[in-house]
């Protein structure tokens, strides 16, 4: 098991690299350089070529790329294009901001859906599994900044509970901190506890179709052991994956919830960039997103592996 | 009622409704919008009225005659997107599936590595390096959304391109182009319509999502992801004005889903447990 771990962790770092050398691609090696980007109705030849050498352009693809990655395992993420500064200094407070809300939507998001999931799966076919089915679907469907606003009109301005806006400073209270944060939290829990609601129910299901259940049933257990002592533990890594499938899913989420709310975390910081065409920026979000998103489906995999009570034994591989 | 040998649930006829009328608003747009699409014609989000019936946007415009041309903007670039995504995945996946080991090899590790990263962040990061306009866009949610639309098609070409006509056509010497689109192709028909229907939805929201944040269609365009952005402000008013375009966005996606959900229950095929969902 060991063994299947390591591979596992390994084939994470892998993906990582794979995808700082799309990243990097994406950014340094398409047409259209950064510089005639920058400067451009100011793009003289001269000035071309000064501003290239400053950034480094001139050298060949694959030197930068080194010196890039480089970089970026030393915590050096370039200097903005637009304002100068260090970028790395701007984008650690956002990435705590980012992390401290998509922590807080986790908290609330988790233990609802697993628990309405399995609920769902023990009364699967009655009428709060079509209700939840159906409420679930909706979510889904709709867009993350259309909850959001149903949200502000209905905490924010006509209860007046909540702020409208998720202003986070440095030096704030954590109390206060939790209490500005809470509409887009919320926001980012409606979004994620549907998926993961439905996925929940669906791993439990899945394994109630298979012939241990339907033994289990002929037995005459009734529906809530059977899920509880025969289906649960079986389903167990499915539910981990799906849990950090959607945690994944809420690093995403974050990018548009936090344009809502104009919470100053790092979707938010990379929107800027995007529309100010910044790409050292660009690229130092690009690859945090991407190294967040890598590092949790790389967990989801290994507690995956850990749960399964049949990878726990030494046991030759099969195809 | 029936419709091609099926009888819709109430649901499926509610989806059908929703995505039929928005279609015919989309097609028709110009010529039954009151107003014209960048016309002043009242004040800063004037309220409902008979001349207005849903009021105006953050300069006067008439946000029905918005929401109508913002129809045609927003369902044609998603629309766009998805048939070309489908055109590239499904030449790419069958190809994958028919071709060998090798293409297989390299198609579907650089699919890999693409799914690797959420497609949002991989999106702003093109969109950022080479600015927005409506075919980058296009080409770029096509070409991102096209590694699901492969995967599914390599998995349906795998298990057909083994079975006895395929082989028949290959011994009689057709070639790649033929035993895709002939023998392939209307084999996997069924489970890639209600796909379709999926990833419409999903490239929809993409567009809808990019324009929210200030990336996608750019003004004077109507456009309904757009239209949320700009009168995000009249919200603090207690103002219902970006919430119409946003609602609109909820509507036509929850419609298709309805539909396609129809379309997979027809697919599926009679199991003891309803784990499909």
Redesign the interface.
Known sequence: MLRLIATRAGLGVL?LL??SV??FI??QI?P?D?AS?VLGQQATPDALKVFRAELGLDQPAYVRYFGWLFGVLHGDFGKSLTNQRVIIEELLPRFENTLFLAGYSAIIAVPIAVGLGIISAIY??RVADRVA?ILT??A???????VG??L??IFA??LAWFP?LATVFPGMGVGERFYVATLPALTLTMVVTAHML?MT??SV??I??TPYIEMAFLKGLSRSRVVSRHALPNAAGPIVSVVALNL?YL??GV??VE??FVYPGVGQY??D???K???PV??AC?LI??AV??TL?TLADIVAILVNPRLRRRRPRKA | MTLFGHRPPVTAWIGLAIVAISLIIAVLGPWVAPYGQSQSVGDTWATPSAQMLLGADQIGRDMLTRLIYGARMTIGIAAATTLLSFFIGISLGFTAAVMGVWVDMALSRLVDVILSIPQLILALIILGVFGSSIPVLIVTIAVLDSTRVFRLSRALGMNLAVLEFVEAARMRGEGLWWIISREILPNAAAPLISEFGLRFCFNFLFVAALSFLGIGVQPPYADWGGMVRENAAAINFGLFAPLYPAFAIATLTVGVNLVVDWLLSIDARPSGSQAEM
């Open positions: 993906t794979a995808v799309l990243i994406c950014t398409l259209g950064v980007a699967e076919g089915n679907l909706i889904i469907s709709v867009p993350e900044f259309f606003y149903i502000i009109i301005i006509n409208s439905r129910r669906n299901l899945s109630m179709s994944a690093v995403v990018v548009v344009n809502v990379m929107v960039a995007v529309s065409r910044d790409v660009i690229q690009g997103f991407a998103f890598v489906n």
